[in-house]
């Protein structure tokens, strides 16, 4: 059955079910940015799901009564295909961050794990809270991932080591031939667990990204996302490739059920380079203007190949986050290691342009 519906419909139908195109305020009411709030907070990108995704996702709502079990393995082939990788290599999960947590507790029970001090760490309080001993190495002083010391912590009862690259929150990137040496060398020892949530916003994704070592039978796990470049944050989809006994360890601990909408709008968008280019513009534009912003403030940004910046103030970062929020933008600010820094998303440039002039005002301490 073909359903042609206007861009309104297909999100109305989503929320409400394609069926009937029911429409709720009060469904929509905690859903994206509070009234009046322009959110730069969570790396989303706001220009998503694209045209394809939504439609797609409408029509899959309307089978919502039915299980998603048999939607899994079409997605994950267009995956595999697209990274020159087998079938036996992928793993899906609700969001990539299901697939972190599943990994986490794996291997978190046949040895501690690595971490970088400052990095993604929602799946790292899970793991803590399951008992896992969780090991932070410090960042060398520019607040980039220091390789060296991690290989150095990597001891015997070391069973993983998790590197976000680029890293949230700082974007630092690591150089790609850098990062392979460390993989092929600490790999030897234990799984390496690389999270690319944003490659696809990096100078050259595929030279930063460590699939190849993957299709090389490296003891390398490469986790990836829907929710970023893509759009797809509330719909819950990510994904993993790794070599086939690692997936498979990463699979047998995944709890969640498949989500149809999700997987159906994933595999519409997965292969749309015209909606990922045009991400990828807005976000850079976004991005420069950010930049743009705090440089004529007298604040030099951490280098970003991200969807944010991070960004040493000279003040508290979550006081001056609440100041931000109070003029209704919604920032980052509250980092335990950098109390001084704030982290700022991308959002529409209209979104941006409100943020430069909030940002000077407040920054200055010019009243509203």
């Known amino acids: ?60 709502s309307a089978l919502g009564a039915y299980y998603a079990d048999d939607m899994q393995a079409p997605l994950l082939q267009t995956i595999a295909t697209r990274n020159n990788v087998e079938f036996e290599n992928m793993v899906l999960s609700s969001g990539s961050n299901e697939a972190l947590q599943a990994a986490f507790v794996a291997w978190g029970r046949k040895g501690r794990i690595i971490i970088p001090s400052l990095t993604y760490t929602a799946h790292v309080h ?102 970023k470049i893509f759009g797809m944050a509330g719909m819950r989809v990510g994904y993993g490739i790794g070599r086939p006994d690692v997936a498979r360890t990463v699979a047998d601990h995944v709890m969640a059920w498949p989500n149809g909408v999700g997987l159906a709008a994933a595999k519409a968008c997965y292969t749309d380079d015209e909606f990922i280019e045009f ?54 600010g509250r980092y335990a290691q950098c109390p001084d820094y704030i982290r700022v998303s991308m959002g529409k440039i209209e979104d941006i342009e409100t943020f430069q002039a909030v940002f000077t005002d407040v920054f200055r301490g010019r009243p509203d």
Request: aromatic share 6%.
């Open 126 to 227: 899970y793991a803590r809270r399951m008992g896992v001993e969780v090991v932070p190495v410090p960042l060398k002083d520019d607040l980039t991932i220091d390789l060296d010391g991690m290989a150095t912590a990597v001891t015997d009862d070391v069973s993983l080591v998790y590197i976000c690259n680029p890293n949230n929150p700082t974007g630092h990137t690591l150089d790609g031939d850098e990062l392979r040496d460390f993989c092929r060398s600490v790999g030897r020892r234990a799984v390496v667990m690389i999270d690319e949530a944003y490659i696809e916003l990096t100078d050259r994704p595929d030279y930063t990204s460590m699939i190849d070592l993957v299709r090389a039978g490296e003891n390398v796990i490469v986790m990836r996302t829907f929710s």
């Open 279 to 332: 991400s990828r513009a807005k976000i850079f534009e976004g991005r420069d203007m950010v930049v743009d912003t705090l440089r004529k403030n007298g604040i030099e940004p951490l280098p970003s190949q991200t969807n944010f910046v991070f960004a040493n103030i000279g003040r508290n970062g979550a006081e001056f986050a609440q100041q931000m929020a109070e003029r209704k933008i919604l920032i980052r």
């Open 1 to 60: 059955m073909s359903i042609q519906f206007s861009r309104r419909d297909l999100v109305r139908g989503i929320l409400g079910g394609a069926a009937s195109l029911a429409f709720s305020p009060i469904a929509l009411a905690n859903l994206g940015p509070p009234p009046g709030m322009i959110a730069l907070r969570f790396n989303e990108n706001p220009y998503g799901p694209s045209a394809g995704a939504l439609k797609a996702a409408a029509e899959a």
